[in-house]
């Protein structure tokens, strides 16, 4: 959060159709921060967050899109909500949410063959009228493609592998 707020308002100044999206763990506590400075977050995991992002929402009079970030490897540790309980969050995201909740995203394990994971997001996403689906990275998104991805994330292939923090580290 604390580089998004710090990158997001120039990149706004500068392109205002520019969609900025919230990868990763956002903490409960920076909900306010996220809605304030992104068109999406993609990484809506559990219930405090989703009860975090109401207050944020209520309070700015605005609310990002929003995708369930989902743990289709179910690997403890990452984040995202549990497939067996995906079905109920999603639900209880879209009573909450409506048209805000726009898709699901996932990041499947490393060593794992990425196509059963990004089949079994593209089945949970049509069961509940989704159609967003954030799967694939540089290293898989061909696979995500061919599974139905609608956005993927391949900074990397295009920019290179992101620097290590150093502190005081100038831009």
Known sequence: ?????AKFPPLRDAWPDLRLH???????NKALAACR????IESLDRPSLADAIARAGDRLG???DMLVQVNTGAEPQ???IALGEADTFI????ARFGERLRGL????PVEDDPR?????????ARAHGLPTLSMGMSGDFEAAIAEGATLVRIGTAIFGPRPTSSPAAPD
């Open 22 to 28: 919230i990868i990763g763990g956002v903490q409960t």
């Open 78 to 80: 990452k984040s995202g």
């Open 1 to 5: 959060m604390q580089e998004a707020e």
């Open 105 to 108: 995203m996932c990041i499947p």
């Open 62 to 64: 605005r609310l990002p």
């Open 91 to 94: 639900a209880l995201c879209r």
């Open 37 to 40: 400075v992104a068109d999406v």
């Open 116 to 124: 059963p994971h990004f089949a079994t997001l593209a089945r949970l």
